[in-house]
């Protein structure tokens, strides 16, 4: 009847950032022959890896129809706890691997602790999530400030850093860790009644409190589900430099992650979104950082090409949807 | 045709390969009133669009005032005169009536500041000449539909529109407000002014028009004045064959009771309200917009804060609990489709289990049973012969009929033992309209309890035995048998004696 069929095209949605991706890529492998080597490909995925497990996070929340502004001062403030307490463990005595495990545990637990926090203060207290996460970025990186007194906690522990620059057959550790979590990840969102009811709370709030969906919980999972991400990255940038700069770890990981998110595909406004395209999201914003560096553009000026491709990105999207 | 005010002639449309107007030809005279009917889909609305600028036509003319004119967007048509009063309204929820009747088109000042004064007497004036007693200044968000819909009417007259076009102006009004327009559009015909009314309300449609235009598959298959056209020759010249019954045979076998509400009340919203309702019995909720109906349903499904008692099946109902009314087998369809109802971006499929997802995966992160989720599409597809290309199609893709249909299949798949239904027909053609009564009419026959609440009458008087009737947030009283007639609800609702008749 009046059921408009669309011509088969290609899915932009789903593959239009791994098509730019691909185009980057060979770009690059045009610009500088040094850019296919594995160590080079290798090394951009690594750098990735910390912003892009912040983004598997990020994903759930936009795609409820939430952001997270705080993400990159949580994981400073997650950080500077897990070293604090590993030192605390090692001056009672404790091996390095019991105190490699405190430090995972307490990341995790700040991170979730963080996450839950700001979850609570979306849900119960009603305020927009811009809101809440603009007052707790300011918390958090002020409170990594002042126990650092804007310095840097170094770790004591050696097998703690030496875990965060080992290599599994040849792949950097943080990176398996990002595939590992985005594989359960994309199953979590496609596959789960969670996953469902994440896109639903984004889709229409109304239609999903109306079908007898806890709005509030799912919300607030996914800004725990963030704080936890933020935790596991929190932990590995800590381990790679055997330390935590109060002021320098997680600076604007906020907006890679978001823009990681949302080259990927995902809708600013909630409702639609995908995990591995986060990832690709993840690898073109690290792919043009290495292009620039290789053909010598000022590390000042890409900031600059940053931003025009994630508005650009948003710009293609929106044309494809009209 | 020779007093045309416009005139489409010939027109056709097609949207990628799927041709949905061939050759229409149709034309609306200075001040006459065209009914344009048809079900869902039979092209109305794009043949609206056309006129309104919204879209172009692949091939065909426009004509005004016997003049050829070519309509590239919406502001072109507003040049020649003719204005689209929308279904769902396009108005500035925070502006004032004055900002919003003028909106994008502000009289300004000396110095560029926009003439406040100017735009509120004009307003004013117009709203006089309507008749219509609201204030400039207030704010849309404070209007009812009613008068938002004459802000609407008041906007197309500020640019001098000269043809109306009114899109089921009628949906979200009570009977006094119905008459109350019928009674403006009159006055404005009088002045000369041109209209196409579309809607599915046939006995309207009769009532208020000069001309008739029936569309069906995107051709024009019926033109006639209005006075010799029945209702009932309306819609089977839609449909393109006879309908017998709307309505089917009512086989009421009551059981037990199923439900029942004690002392209900739910704060400035409605009051002390009773019901049972037994296995097999189709119960009416009737009463004006406002009269806090869907409120009643909202407080029992455990969708909006209340006290007083519900049972189901004997078991009482925490409040505030949408989860528990569900595991206690309540459905419910929602008024507003795509507001609360259903998900226009998610499939069909999705939007089917989208209720009874925790019946397809165990805790909140277990895996989705794909096969038995794909079993249920299979299944609604089948019995509610749902139109789409697949379960996987996204429901913005559907017709209004079938993503009713969809919804419907929503409330049903927790298999409830009470469905609640609110305006189960808004929005929707004959057809699937008899589609959804004989369904509901099964439903009952399998001993489903139902409690159908309707702004129609007629839907209310064909489908039920017994009618609770509310006025103002409480229950008016009860009809059935003899006393189940049109006038008898109508005095409940409005407490009036004459009831529409006045």
């Given at each position: 009847m009046t059921t408009i069929r669309k011509a088969p095209r290609l899915d932009f949605e789903r593959f239009g950032s791994l098509v730019a991706l691909a185009v980057l890529a060979a770009a690059s492998a045009a610009l500088s022959p040094h850019f296919l080597q594995p160590q080079n490909l290798l090394n951009i995925l690594r750098q990735v890896s910390y912003t892009g497990i912040i983004g598997l996070g990020m994903t759930f929340v936009i795609t409820a129809g939430g952001i997270d502004l705080s993400v990159g001062s949580l994981a400073a403030f997650t950080g500077s706890l897990a070293v604090l307490a590993m030192n605390a463990a090692a001056a009672k005595g404790l091996s390095e691997p019991s105190g490699v495990a405190v430090a995972v545990a307490v990341a995790l637990f700040v991170g979730a602790a963080g996450g839950a926090a700001n979850g609570l203060l979306v849900t119960k207290g009603r305020i927009a999530p811009f809101i809440v996460t603009l007052g707790t970025m300011a918390i958090f990186r002020s409170l990594s400030l002042y126990m650092a007194d804007a310095g840097e906690f170094r770790s004591q522990n050696q097998l703690y850093g030496s875990i965060g620059s080992a290599s599994v057959l040849g792949v950097p550790v943080p990176v398996w860790i990002l595939l590992a979590l985005a594989a359960v990840l994309s199953l979590a969102l496609r596959r789960t009644r969670y996953g469902r009811y994440v896109r639903a709370v984004g889709s229409n709030q109304r239609v999903a409190r109306y079908s007898a969906i806890d709005v509030d919980r799912v919300r607030f999972v996914a800004y725990l589900l963030n704080g936890l991400a933020v935790g596991v990255s929190a932990t590995l940038l800590s381990m790679r430099f055997n330390s935590v700069g109060s002021s320098t770890l997680g600076q604007s990981y906020e907006l890679d992650a978001i823009a990681a998110v949302i080259i990927g595909g995902t809708a600013m406004e909630g409702g639609r979104g995908t995990v591995w395209g986060t990832i690709v999201g993840a690898v073109i914003l690290g792919v043009i950082n290495n292009m620039l560096n290789m053909v010598g553009v000022s590390p000042y000026l890409q900031g600059t090409v940053k931003g025009l491709v994630i508005i650009g990105a948003v710009f293609i999207q929106r044309r494809r949807q009209e | 045709m020779e007093k045309s005010f416009a005139l489409l002639e010939n027109i056709e449309k097609s949207f990628s390969t799927v041709s949905v107007l061939k050759k229409v030809t149709v034309g609306v005279g200075q001040g006459e009133i065209l009914g344009l009917i048809g079900e869902n889909g039979a092209g109305k609305s794009t043949l609206m669009k056309i006129l309104s600028g919204i879209h172009e036509p692949n091939a065909g003319r426009i004509l005004v005032e016997g003049k050829e004119r070519r309509f590239r967007r919406p502001a072109d048509a507003k040049a020649a005169g003719i204005a689209l009063v929308p279904q769902e309204f396009n108005l500035c929820p925070d502006l004032s009536v004055a900002e919003n009747v003028f909106l994008g088109a502000e009289p300004l000042a000396k110095g560029g500041l926009l003439d406040q004064a100017a735009m509120r007497t004009r307003s004013a004036a117009l709203l006089a000449e309507l008749g219509a007693r609201i204030d400039p200044d207030a704010r849309i968000s404070r209007l009812s539909a009613a008068q938002k819909q004459i802000v609407e009417i008041c906007k197309a007259l500020a640019f001098d529109a000269r043809l109306l076009i009114l899109d089921e102006p009628t949906t979200v009004l009570t009977p006094v407000e119905i008459h109350a327009l019928f009674a403006l559009m009159r006055a404005l015909k009088a002045k000369g002014m041109s209209m196409v009314y579309i809607s599915h309300k046939l006995g309207e449609v009769k009532e208020i028009c000069d001309r008739v235009a029936i569309l069906r598959d995107g051709e024009l298959v019926h033109e006639a004045p209005a006075a010799g056209l029945s209702p009932a020759e309306m819609a089977s010249r839609m449909v393109g064959r006879e309908l017998s019954e709307i309505y089917p045979e009512p086989a009421e076998v009551r059981g037990e009771v199923l439900l029942k509400v004690e002392g209900l009340s739910s704060p400035g919203a409605f009051e002390?309200?009773?019901?049972?309702?037994?296995?097999?019995?189709?119960?009416?909720?009737?009463?004006?917009?406002?009269?806090?109906?869907?409120?009643?349903?909202?407080?029992?499904?455990?969708?909006?804060?209340?006290?007083?008692?519900?049972?189901?099946?004997?078991?009482?109902?925490?409040?505030?609990?949408?989860?528990?009314?569900?595991?206690?087998?309540?459905?419910?369809?929602?008024?507003?489709?795509?507001?609360?109802?259903?998900?226009?971006?998610?499939?069909?499929?999705?939007?089917?289990?989208?209720?009874?997802?925790?019946?397809?995966?165990?805790?909140?992160?277990?895996?989705?049973?794909?096969?038995?989720?794909?079993?249920?599409?299979?299944?609604?597809?089948?019995?509610?012969?749902?139109?789409?290309?697949?379960?996987?199609?996204?429901?913005?893709?559907?017709?209004?009929?079938?993503?009713?249909?969809?919804?419907?299949?929503?409330?049903?798949?927790?298999?409830?033992?009470?469905?609640?239904?609110?305006?189960?027909?808004?929005?929707?053609?004959?057809?699937?309209?008899?589609?959804?009564?004989?369904?509901?009419?099964?439903?009952?026959?399998?001993?489903?309890?139902?409690?159908?609440?309707?702004?129609?009458?007629?839907?209310?008087?064909?489908?039920?035995?017994?009618?609770?009737?509310?006025?103002?947030?409480?229950?008016?009283?009860?009809?059935?048998?003899?006393?189940?007639?049109?006038?008898?609800?109508?005095?409940?609702?409005?407490?009036?004696?004459?009831?529409?008749?006045?």
């Amino acid at each position: 009847m009046t059921t408009i069929r669309k011509a088969p095209r290609l899915d932009f949605e789903r593959f239009g950032s791994l098509v730019a991706l691909a185009v980057l890529a060979a770009a690059s492998a045009a610009l500088s022959p040094h850019f296919l080597q594995p160590q080079n490909l290798l090394n951009i995925l690594r750098q990735v890896s910390y912003t892009g497990i912040i983004g598997l996070g990020m994903t759930f929340v936009i795609t409820a129809g939430g952001i997270d502004l705080s993400v990159g001062s949580l994981a400073a403030f997650t950080g500077s706890l897990a070293v604090l307490a590993m030192n605390a463990a090692a001056a009672k005595g404790l091996s390095e691997p019991s105190g490699v495990a405190v430090a995972v545990a307490v990341a995790l637990f700040v991170g979730a602790a963080g996450g839950a926090a700001n979850g609570l203060l979306v849900t119960k207290g009603r305020i927009a999530p811009f809101i809440v996460t603009l007052g707790t970025m300011a918390i958090f990186r002020s409170l990594s400030l002042y126990m650092a007194d804007a310095g840097e906690f170094r770790s004591q522990n050696q097998l703690y850093g030496s875990i965060g620059s080992a290599s599994v057959l040849g792949v950097p550790v943080p990176v398996w860790i990002l595939l590992a979590l985005a594989a359960v990840l994309s199953l979590a969102l496609r596959r789960t009644r969670y996953g469902r009811y994440v896109r639903a709370v984004g889709s229409n709030q109304r239609v999903a409190r109306y079908s007898a969906i806890d709005v509030d919980r799912v919300r607030f999972v996914a800004y725990l589900l963030n704080g936890l991400a933020v935790g596991v990255s929190a932990t590995l940038l800590s381990m790679r430099f055997n330390s935590v700069g109060s002021s320098t770890l997680g600076q604007s990981y906020e907006l890679d992650a978001i823009a990681a998110v949302i080259i990927g595909g995902t809708a600013m406004e909630g409702g639609r979104g995908t995990v591995w395209g986060t990832i690709v999201g993840a690898v073109i914003l690290g792919v043009i950082n290495n292009m620039l560096n290789m053909v010598g553009v000022s590390p000042y000026l890409q900031g600059t090409v940053k931003g025009l491709v994630i508005i650009g990105a948003v710009f293609i999207q929106r044309r494809r949807q009209e | 045709m020779e007093k045309s005010f416009a005139l489409l002639e010939n027109i056709e449309k097609s949207f990628s390969t799927v041709s949905v107007l061939k050759k229409v030809t149709v034309g609306v005279g200075q001040g006459e009133i065209l009914g344009l009917i048809g079900e869902n889909g039979a092209g109305k609305s794009t043949l609206m669009k056309i006129l309104s600028g919204i879209h172009e036509p692949n091939a065909g003319r426009i004509l005004v005032e016997g003049k050829e004119r070519r309509f590239r967007r919406p502001a072109d048509a507003k040049a020649a005169g003719i204005a689209l009063v929308p279904q769902e309204f396009n108005l500035c929820p925070d502006l004032s009536v004055a900002e919003n009747v003028f909106l994008g088109a502000e009289p300004l000042a000396k110095g560029g500041l926009l003439d406040q004064a100017a735009m509120r007497t004009r307003s004013a004036a117009l709203l006089a000449e309507l008749g219509a007693r609201i204030d400039p200044d207030a704010r849309i968000s404070r209007l009812s539909a009613a008068q938002k819909q004459i802000v609407e009417i008041c906007k197309a007259l500020a640019f001098d529109a000269r043809l109306l076009i009114l899109d089921e102006p009628t949906t979200v009004l009570t009977p006094v407000e119905i008459h109350a327009l019928f009674a403006l559009m009159r006055a404005l015909k009088a002045k000369g002014m041109s209209m196409v009314y579309i809607s599915h309300k046939l006995g309207e449609v009769k009532e208020i028009c000069d001309r008739v235009a029936i569309l069906r598959d995107g051709e024009l298959v019926h033109e006639a004045p209005a006075a010799g056209l029945s209702p009932a020759e309306m819609a089977s010249r839609m449909v393109g064959r006879e309908l017998s019954e709307i309505y089917p045979e009512p086989a009421e076998v009551r059981g037990e009771v199923l439900l029942k509400v004690e002392g209900l009340s739910s704060p400035g919203a409605f009051e002390g309200v009773s019901l049972e309702l037994r296995s097999g019995e189709v119960l009416g909720l009737a009463g004006l917009v406002g009269a806090g109906r869907t409120e009643v349903a909202e407080a029992i499904m455990g969708l909006r804060p209340a006290s007083g008692r519900v049972e189901v099946g004997g078991e009482e109902l925490r409040p505030g609990r949408p989860r528990e009314a569900i595991a206690a087998g309540v459905g419910y369809l929602s008024e507003d489709r795509q507001g609360s109802g259903v998900i226009v971006g998610f499939s069909v499929n999705e939007n089917e289990t989208l209720a009874s997802l925790p019946s397809y995966a165990r805790g909140l992160f277990g895996p989705i049973d794909r096969r038995r989720e794909r079993a249920a599409a299979e299944k609604w597809a089948r019995l509610f012969s749902i139109k789409a290309a697949s379960a996987d199609e996204r429901l913005e893709h559907l017709s209004g009929g079938n993503q009713q249909k969809v919804s419907l299949a929503k409330s049903l798949d927790p298999a409830p033992r009470v469905l609640i239904v609110d305006e189960p027909t808004r929005g929707v053609d004959v057809g699937a309209k008899r589609e959804i009564y004989r369904l509901l009419r099964d439903l009952a026959a399998e001993g489903i309890a139902i409690l159908l609440i309707s702004s129609e009458l007629e839907e209310v008087l064909g489908m039920c035995g017994r009618v609770l009737v509310m006025r103002e947030g409480r229950a008016a009283g009860e009809l059935s048998g003899a006393g189940l007639t049109e006038e008898g609800i109508m005095f409940l609702a409005t407490g009036i004696k004459e009831g529409v008749s006045a």
